[in-house]
């Protein structure tokens, strides 16, 4: 008993709320003209989700569609909790019951990969579960988010001060920017089971990222690859970008959500500090275009005549609407101008699927590896869910005149 009230308290002191005076400090309003394109987006997206349904093996999980092609991929892969997650967000908006009833059949698909022995476990169960049991809380949710996120410590390297990403060479140890969206999962255990562990290799992650995965200009390479046994470094790259100087944009964006997440869950004001450079960097970016879609890389050759990636527009959307709430009035108008040039963007004709189309997609024109020749200019399961994520977000706003 003494030593559960001690965790609680420890996990309370690790996971400070002293973020509640920073979220206060602007009020945000949303424009209603933008929150009508939302909820008409919203109703469209259930639709759309309606017309993609049918079209996944019942053991499977939606990634794409391409050359008139439905692609699902097995529960192990990463992208598994978007689609869950995705019609999750649909039902809190709409109450359709089907897409709940949708969400259920796949969240049990997914149970057994509270033991995937993967670092990408919180993409696939806190996207999925953790919104499962943010709407309808129950024990056995709470339960595989435990053994999830205990699954995912094991990855933890003391040495290095991170969870590893990929299968590493022997002596050696990768890390991708990715994994800062993986921590939500680790922050959330903690203060689910007053266990500080998860909290402190969450914030243990965090910190070695910010200080190895960054440049002076505060973009951030994909790949960190370290001496397992000592943390140094050996060397940076960016596998799916560009180059490896070069900023890859849903890297970019992952790091971005990942240190304003992060705050959140802390209250630590040098992550607020790395959310707002990451986003001056994005914002000021010479090549970020005017509807703020960014290119699929922003140092890629060919600009202007190459792909758009709209999941790294989704992800940068909704991670600037939150960033927006914990800063001053300048920092807020301009994180805040931004997500609504890009969920403008991504409502027009460009960039949303009309009714039918895209398989069933929300959105088109998304890239997921370009060097590797994979899936480019094609909706993706994970644009959606972070689309509509940033939806929520605008329309629940607090104050909308
Ligand atoms: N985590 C893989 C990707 O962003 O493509």
């Known amino acids: 008993m003494r030593y559960c009230s001690v965790s609680v308290l420890i996990v309370a002191l690790l996971l400070s709320p002293g973020i509640s005076s920073a979220q206060q400090q602007t009020k ?27 079209h996944i093996p019942e053991d499977s999980l939606p990634e794409t569609f391409e050359k008139g092609q439905w692609t699902s991929n097995p529960p192990k892969s990463w992208i598994s909790g978007f689609y869950p997650g ?9 109450k359709d019951k089907a897409l709940y009833d949708e969400a259920m059949s796949k969240l049990k698909v997914l149970e057994e990969q509270k033991f995937a022995n993967s670092h ?12 499962a049991n943010r709407i309808k809380p129950q024990a ?14 094991k990855r933890f390297n003391p040495n290095v001060g991170c969870t590893m990403s990929w299968g590493s060479k022997p002596g050696e140890f990768r890390v991708i920017i990715d994994n800062m969206m993986n921590l939500e999962l680790l922050t959330w255990a903690s203060k689910a089971s007053g266990d500080p562990y998860f909290a402190n290799i969450a914030i ?53 959500y ?57 992800i940068m959307a909704s991670a600037l609407i939150e960033l927006a709430g914990y800063s001053d009035a300048t920092d807020s108008k301009r994180y805040l101008e931004t997500s609504e040039t890009i969920l403008r963007s991504l409502s027009g004709e460009i960039y949303k699927a009309k009714k039918g189309e895209n398989g069933g997609y929300l959105l ?38």
């Not at 309003?29 to 993609?52: E, G, S, T």
């Not at 995705?86 to 709409?94: G, I, S, V």
Request: hydrophobic share 35%.
């Open 28 to 54: 945000l309003k949303a424009k209603p003209d933008l929150v009508k394109i939302i909820d008409r987006n919203l109703k469209d997206a259930v639709k759309q989700y309606k017309i993609l349904m049918p």
């Open 86 to 94: 995705t019609l999750l967000y649909l039902y809190e908006a709409t």
């Open 120 to 131: 990408d476990i919180g993409f696939m169960m806190f996207c999925s579960y953790g919104n």
């Open 140 to 153: 056995p949710y709470k339960d595989i988010l435990l053994t999830s996120a205990a699954t995912l410590s």
């Open 204 to 256: 243990t992650h965090a910190n070695t990222t910010m200080k190895n995965h960054f440049r002076p200009d505060y973009s951030t390479y994909h790949l960190v690859n370290y001496n397992s046994e000592t943390g140094e470094v050996i060397r940076r790259q960016t596998v799916q970008g560009a180059a490896d100087e070069s900023a890859w944009a849903r890297g970019q964006s992952w790091g971005l």
């Open 258 to 314: 990942g240190y304003t997440m992060m705050y959140r869950e802390t209250g630590k004001t040098e992550y607020l500090q790395q959310a707002k450079n990451i986003a001056n960097f994005l914002l000021s970016h010479p090549n970020l275009p005017e509807d703020k879609i960014p290119y699929w890389d922003y140092n890629a050759p060919g600009i202007p005549n190459t792909y758009r990636d709209a999941s790294a527009a989704a």
């Open 364 to 401: 088109k024109h998304s890239v997921s590896h370009l060097p590797r020749g994979n899936k480019i200019d094609v909706p993706l399961t994970y644009a959606d869910y972070y689309f509509v994520e940033a939806m929520m977000r605008y329309k629940n706003l607090p104050s909308k005149n």
